[in-house]
Structure formats: structure tokens, C-alpha cells
């Protein structure tokens, strides 16, 4: 039977109580539902492993390249070449966390990104994550992205044990995980659940409390 958790508790409270006492990694892409009048979505999901199964992870998403692709996009791949790569990407056995945003008007992504980011980091730090990798967006939004993170920091929502990093798509091959992931993910919600579902056949998969609606999306996509 697929391995399936609905996280419902949000993230409350100084994260400096907390410490990290494990040394595991997560890989981390985002997805975008632009809709219009402010009801698009912020999907951002994580692969959790520790640094053991990380060169196993890269073999194995490298493996599934094309001939003439630089890197894995879930966006480009055909319906058929979906399911294979959920079916191949769920046998890493990592678990994947998904953080959503919803009611997101197009003019304000970065926002609705910041705020994702902090949920998504927030589960992390409580599964002992100790470094997380972000796909690059270039150098002035992986900026934004770490000053953002500074000021979490200062107020102590997120600890300073937690790395975070980031790393071209074409250069880290366990981000191809990530991205999809969230596509799979995401492709659920727009009425396409057997991708979804392949990637829950033997990996464990926690769909985290929106951090706007304070409900779960998606919760029945894994049926």
C-alpha cells in the first residue's frame, strides 16, 4: 500500500527551542498553477534522503536523461515519459514533502514563494534536514531568497544549523527529483492523479497544511 500522511499542524512558536539532531538533506523545485482573480497556487516540494543516498539519487535521475536534454523539466516530458519517470524517480524511497500556497494572485509569485518556502523549511528543520538545495532562479532571486531567509532567522522561525543553498538544475541531478515530484503533484490537482500515484507506490509522502488556507490540497489525489 502506498505510504501516505496528511500533515495538519502548522508551524507555531520560536524555531530556536528546537535543535537539529540528525544530518539529512532535501532537494527542493517549485511548480506554479497561474490562474487568474487570485486563484492560482504555489506548490513547493522537497525530497528528503540522508547524504548517503545522495550519489545514488544523482545516478539514477541522470540515468533517465534523454539524448539532447541538459536537465530533467517535468513541463517538457510527455504523458507516457510522466509515468516513468514517477514510477523510476519513487524508487530513490525518500520522502517527499509538498508545501502549498494557494489563492495566489500572479502579481505577487515572489510572495507567495516566501511565504511556501517557510513552511516547506519549517517541516524540514522538524525532520532534522540540515541542509536543503533550491534550484537556482539566478543570482538576483537566489538573493532574495536568502535575505528572506535571513530575516526567518532573526526572528527564530527557522534555526541557524539549517543550511540552504542553491545549485544549477543542470548541475544537480537529485533536484530532477524534486521538480518531479511537484509536478506530479500538481498534475493531481489539475485532474491527473496517476502520476501522483505511482509516486506513492513504496515512497512515503506528507502533504504539509496550506500556509494560507490552513487547509491540505490535495489530499485524496493519492485514492
Not at 525530497?47 to 545514488?56: A, E, G, L, R
Not at 537529485?174 to 515530484?181: E, I, K, P, R, S
Not at 511537484?182 to 485532474?191: C, E, S
Amino acid at each position: 500500500m502506498p505510504s501516505y500522511e496528511t500533515e495538519v499542524s502548522r508551524m507555531n512558536g520560536a524555531a530556536s527551542a528546537r535543535t537539529i539532531d540528525s544530518d539529512t538533506m532535501a532537494f527542493c523545485d517549485e511548480s506554479l498553477r497561474c490562474r487568474t482573480g487570485g486563484t492560482g497556487i504555489y506548490l513547493m516540494s522537497a525530497v528528503v534522503m540522508p547524504p548517503h543516498k545522495v550519489p545514488q539519487a544523482r545516478d539514477l535521475m541522470a540515468a533517465l536523461l534523454l539524448t539532447g536534454q541538459s536537465k530533467l523539466h517535468w513541463r517538457d516530458e510527455s504523458a507516457r515519459r510522466r509515468l516513468s519517470l514517477s514510477r523510476r524517480t519513487a524508487s530513490i524511497e525518500a520522502e517527499i514533502v509538498i508545501a502549498t500556497w494557494c489563492r495566489m494572485d500572479n502579481a505577487h509569485q515572489e510572495r507567495a514563494r516566501r511565504k511556501v518556502q517557510q513552511t516547506l523549511l519549517a517541516a524540514l528543520v522538524d525532520r532534522g534536514v540540515t541542509e536543503a538545495v533550491f534550484e537556482s532562479r539566478g543570482p538576483v532571486r537566489d538573493e532574495g531568497d536568502i535575505a528572506g531567509l535571513a530575516g526567518l532567522r532573526r526572528s527564530g522561525v527557522l534555526p541557524d544549523g539549517l543550511r540552504v543553498s542553491h545549485a544549477a538544475g543542470s548541475a544537480e541531478y537529485a533536484l530532477w527529483a524534486a521538480d518531479v515530484g511537484v509536478g506530479a503533484f500538481g498534475a493531481a490537482l489539475d485532474g491527473r492523479p496517476e502520476y501522483w500515484t505511482e509516486m506513492l507506490n513504496g515512497t512515503k509522502a506528507t502533504v504539509l497544511t496550506c500556509g494560507r488556507c490552513a487547509l491540505v490540497h490535495g489530499s485524496g489525489a493519492a485514492h
